[in-house]
């Protein structure tokens, strides 16, 4: 289990409190979080790969913020390791998830428990900001059927490797249409008054797959999310097997290089067994260690 993570920053002087929560643990195959080939030739090496990565955080956020608290994705559940979850979404797709991922995920890892122990009221969440819609960052929406959940229209209408199936009864997110622009994201979106926290494009992992940004006065804290799974891949130029677009991915990583280039950027991708450390110390990317 990884520990959870907590951080007092400032926006505009004014204080924030951010927190960072494993909600389980997931391995992959080595050749699919590290691919030597891409497309079909990608899939064949890392499906025929008889070696697992050590096993990731699932890292979801929690901000408290004085226009509200806001959590970014909700994280996975202990029913992920039940052997037939994903049997509603077909034969193929129960094949695939149950034996190229691995899963350990407790009760008491869930974001409600987590919550909880936060002393932290879900019922008083502002808003839920989904990355995109991989289950490992939708599953935990069961818990919040009151909450407003927010998701990038294109990530909504243009969906790539999402289950619907697992979705809870209902699902009907606010659709945010990324029509602003912050300094190198062409695509961005203000989600609050003070201008501190922005949805922006990222995208690659899927077609509408973004980053939640916070502009705090201490530095900028960047939820990455999928983009990849660490920072040391993003300055290594190193690849996962399976993307909405290989182009795109590249091009999201020079994107962020660029921008973590000419602002402190503490960059938190959601499976880095790095990003708590990161968060906590406030280390910074440096594109120029690649």
């Known amino acids: 289990m990884f520990e959870r993570k907590k951080i007092s920053l400032h926006s505009k002087g004014r204080p924030v ?31 025929t790969d008889r070696r697992f990565t050590e096993l990731m955080p699932i890292w979801v956020m929690v901000l408290e913020h004085p226009e509200g608290i806001f959590l970014i994705d909700t994280g996975e559940i202990s029913d992920v390791t039940r052997p037939d979850y994903f049997r509603s979404s077909g034969f193929f797709t129960s094949w695939f998830d149950r034996s190229q991922f691995r899963f350990t ?33 939708t599953d935990g929406l069961k818990f919040f059927p009151g909450t407003p959940v927010l998701v990038n229209k294109e990530e909504w209408e243009k969906p790539f490797g999402d289950l619907p199936k697992l979705y809870p009864p209902g699902f009907s997110p606010t659709l945010v249409s990324l029509d602003q ?50 920072a040391q891949q993003l300055l290594n130029d190193q690849y996962a097997a399976i993307s909405a677009s290989h182009v795109l991915v590249k091009q999201t990583y020079a994107t962020v290089r660029s921008f973590a280039s000419r602002n402190k950027t503490v960059f938190l991708p959601s499976h880095d067994p790095d990003a708590g450390k990161n968060l906590v110390q406030l280390s910074f990317l440096n594109p120029g260690t690649r």
Request: glycine share 6%; hydrophobic share 40%.
């Open 105 to 137: 995920v407790e009760k008491e890892e869930e974001i409600d428990q987590q919550l909880q122990s936060l002393h932290i009221q879900k019922e008083k969440l502002k808003a839920i900001i989904l990355t995109h819609l991989h289950f490992d960052h």
């Open 181 to 230: 622009s912050f300094d190198v994201f062409e695509k961005s979106k203000f989600l609050t008054e003070a201008e501190d926290l922005l949805l922006v494009h990222t995208p690659g992992h899927t077609w509408g797959h973004c980053s939640v940004l916070f502009r705090a006065d201490e530095g900028n804290i960047l939820f990455a999310a999928d983009t990849c799974y660490s």
């Open 17 to 47: 409190t951010m927190h960072l929560i494993s909600t389980g643990m997931v391995a992959v195959k080595t050749r699919f979080r590290n691919a030597a080939n891409f497309g079909w030739m990608g899939t064949i090496d890392f499906v």
